[in-house]
């Protein structure tokens, strides 16, 4: 595995491995990599003759100073767990090779961006995210790029983004790797106290628990996700939002069908943890 740190020795190296006709994987990440990231990169060794991973805490998508400031890096242990993944190229660059100075383009993407996180970390973070995703595509013009469903929205939002600007790079996007109480995998997971990391099961159980309502028939929005928020009141968490949407449109269901989404926002401890659950709906 190479590490590099700048876009010439990005370019140069994909050239390369294009030229000896490899399909080129790409598996963005922040780093502080766990299991859910090792299943991206494990599907692109998989499918791609030359995986390229980016390592980047990108400041734009931050909406507090604080979460930046605190957010958990170690990036010889993820270069370590890249290596150990058979990836070929580590791109770890620091921000002023991407951001410039005048650096002055955003990328918006309306619709999905706006409710959920939309909502709660305000209209730049998925300003932020876009715009770091179009870049990284553009850099390393992958032809498949692989997304974890934990963060489902934003999943959403770079489907939106690849069809609107007709990105040509096929978006793929797996399921989320959980701890085995439930917790889902995030590197904040990291920064929990004990006692926290112990409550936080309660998000999972409570979308477990709402997944079941409906499975068990519920089809009353409020009544599947009851069973859910006595969990978490046990737990003593007020969640930002506890929610069943459509799972490509992201809005509230009057009544639960077709392909709807669990999805949760809480901090734990100070923690802001997300997670979801997709369920179709017969
Ligand atoms: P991050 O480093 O948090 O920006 O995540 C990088 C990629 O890994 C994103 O596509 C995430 O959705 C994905 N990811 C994060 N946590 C998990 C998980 N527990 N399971 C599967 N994918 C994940």
Redesign the pocket.
């Given at each position: 595995m190479r590490l590099v740190r700048t876009i010439p020795e990005v370019r140069s190296a994909i050239a390369d491995a294009r030229r000896a006709g490899k399909i080129i994987g790409f598996?963005?990440?922040?780093?502080f990599l766990?299991e859910?990231?090792l299943?991206?990169m494990h599907r692109a060794r998989e499918e791609c003759g030359y995986v390229v991973v980016s390592l980047f805490v990108n400041p734009l998508q931050f909406n507090e100073p604080g979460d930046l400031a605190r957010y958990p890096r170690d990036e010889a242990r993820d270069a370590a767990m890249t290596e150990g993944a058979g990836v070929d190229l580590l791109f770890a660059p620091e921000a002023p090779a991407l951001y410039p100075e005048g650096f002055s383009t955003s990328v918006t993407v309306s619709g999905v961006s706006e409710p959920l996180e939309g909502v709660t970390r305000g209209i730049g973070h998925f300003q932020g995210v876009a715009t770091v995703v179009t870049k990284l595509f553009g850099i390393v013009a992958p032809d498949r790029a692989?997304?974890?469903?934990?963060?489902a929205q934003?999943?959403l939002v770079i489907r939106r983004l690849v069809r609107d600007l007709d990105l040509p790079v096929d978006v793929r996007v797996?399921?989320?790797?959980?701890e085995p109480d439930g917790l889902?995998?995030?590197?904040r997971n990291s920064l929990l106290a004990a006692g926290d990391r112990a409550r936080a099961v309660a998000l999972s159980r409570a979308l477990f628990a709402a997944e079941r309502a409906i499975q068990d028939g519920e089809r009353n929005p409020e009544r599947a996700l009851a069973p859910g928020r006595a969990i978490l009141d046990g737990a003593g968490i007020e969640p930002e939002y506890f929610v069943a949407v459509g799972a490509e449109t992201l809005q509230t269901l009057a009544r639960l069908g077709g392909e709807v989404l669990l999805t949760i926002a809480a901090s734990v401890g100070g923690i802001r943890l997300i997670d979801n659950v997709p369920v179709s709906v017969p």
């Open positions: 598996v963005p990440t922040m780093g766990h859910g990231h299943s991206l692989y997304f974890g469903q934990k963060d934003q999943a797996l399921p989320t790797v959980r889902a995998m995030s590197s």
